[in-house]
């Protein structure tokens, strides 16, 4: 099931990206003392009291150049549609200010939870001050302080006190789930239709005209999948137009949902930032991954035209170098038969299990060839390793000491692994644990 999503919403300069930053544990957003600093809306994880969370800066929402009260409405809106919590953000220095009644005003229509964080009362004598804000009409205010990270607890209690219920798996664990995600106008509906052989959705030349996400399910050669629409959609018309990373936040969800990712590129465009974003995400998220180049009957082409797309990718996306490459054209279905076997291969390795004492031969075998590291007069010792877990294939290194494991001999370890039992199309992970 997808995390649920909370968004922060407010008008500018109510320490918005400072909680942000809190909940996510790390600086992300740019924080200044200037209203707008944000520069980019900004989409991070969180975690508390077990439960695992997206959450939004909506302060990153650009929505060009409408006034500043229309773009916090368009802001709150867009928020609304995608998150299940909403954290209300206000500043209890400035009391309540029109445009906290004109935020108010949109959330009431929303029926989404809404959370009233209080923010800047940095002391116990500034408390009082919560009490305006009675008046905006969502029950007890939270006193939080962005600066010194006081009252998050209980802010972060009563929001996952609204977290949705976790749902059962509603498919078999035989089924082969995946999505596809890109940038707007990649070619994603349109390879949608391909596969299925028929119109299921919307397809049209105009970036972001996908309406609505239904999951489709079908049977080739025996095998069921069923496909995840990303939907790197739209609501709204122009809001959504302006704001085209926001697609990222729906193939979030998606991602969470399966187990091959489908990474669409457009040949005709070649791989820009956005891209590499966006696969950062099925990355991070531990799913199969399989890059597919759309549009490539749309390309001039000679000898040597596809190894060199071939070669800025693996360049561009070297975090994906497990990744197999499909060059395709949804129009002409050029080799569009090549893509469920591996999405099934992908699939399959990503849930594979290998045989401990098999395993630990690799291991040695690699340490032979390749002597661990010192470090400070110390070297790296390894016991045994052990697959502790799959989706995606998950290892345990039993060490001396886990600070001895360096990234690059981790990295060699991880390229005998795929050696010996291929994980094509999935990423694999190795964690150095200290021998009890």
């Known amino acids: ?44 994880s969180g975690e508390w009291l077990n439960y695992k969370f997206h959450i939004i800066d909506t302060g990153g929402i650009d929505i060009g150049d409408e006034p500043l009260l ?8 867009i928020a609304i549609d995608e998150a299940d919590v909403i954290i209300f953000m206000t500043n209890g220095r400035d009391g309540v200010t029109a445009a906290d009644e004109e935020v108010a005003k949109i959330l009431h229509r929303s029926n989404k939870p809404v959370v009233l964080a209080v923010n800047k009362i940095d002391n116990p004598d500034m408390r009082d001050l919560i009490y305006d804000f009675y008046v905006l009409g969502f029950g007890e205010p939270y006193p939080i302080s962005g600066s010194h990270g006081t009252g998050l607890g209980d802010l972060l209690d009563a929001v996952a006190q609204h977290f949705p219920k976790q ?28 596969i299925l052989g028929e119109e299921r959705v919307i397809v049209s030349d105009i970036a972001g005209t996908t309406r ?28 959504y137009e302006s704001t085209e ?11 969470e949902r399966s187990d091959v990712v489908l990474v669409v590129l457009n040949a005709e465009e070649g791989i820009i930032e956005q891209d590499k974003k966006i696969a950062g995400y099925a990355h991070e998220a531990g799913r199969g991954v399989v890059i597919v180049v759309n549009k490539w ?29 499909l060059f395709v054209s949804a ?10 076997p591996l999405v099934q291969m992908a699939s399959e390795n990503h849930a594979m299990r290998v045989q401990t004492n098999v395993l630990n031969e ?45 990234f690059s001999y981790e990295r060699f370890l991880e390229n005998r692994i795929r050696d010996a039992f291929g994980f094509e199309g999935t990423p694999i992970k190795l964690i150095a644990r200290p021998r009890k």
Do not use: W
Not at 178 to 193: D, M
Not at 315 to 325: C, K, R
């Open 331 to 340: 129009k002409t279905k050029q080799r569009l038969h090549k893509l469920l």
């Open 362 to 406: 690799v291991i040695m075998d690699a340490v032979a060839m390749n002597p661990t590291p010192t470090h400070n007069g110390q070297r790296l010792k390894i016991y045994y390793v052990t697959q502790v877990a799959v989706k995606p294939p998950t290892f345990v290194v039993f060490v001396n000491d886990p600070e001895l494991m360096h």
């Open 212 to 239: 609505d996400a239904v999951d489709t399910t079908f049977t080739r050669e025996g095998q069921e999948y069923v496909i995840i629409d990303t939907a790197g959609m739209r609501k709204r018309g122009k809001i």
């Open 70 to 77: 229309t773009q916090i409405r368009q802001q709150a809106e």
């Open 297 to 325: 009957d749309a390309v001039e082409k000679d000898d040597k035209t596809l190894i060199e797309f071939e070669r800025k990718i693996r360049d561009h996306f070297q975090f994906l170098d497990y990744a197999p490459i």
């Open 245 to 255: 990373k926001y697609s990222i936040l729906r193939a979030l969800k998606a991602i």
């Open 1 to 44: 099931m997808a995390n649920p999503v909370v968004a922060i919403v407010g008008r500018p300069n109510v320490g918005k990206s400072t909680i942000f930053n809190r909940i996510a544990g790390e600086r992300i957003s740019i924080v200044e003392d200037v209203p707008g600093v944000t520069r980019d809306r900004i989409y991070s």
């Open 167 to 194: 749902k059962e798996e509603e498919y078999e664990d035989d089924v082969i789930k995946f999505c596809l995600i890109g940038r707007p106008n990649v070619g994603k509906s349109s390879l949608v239709n391909a």
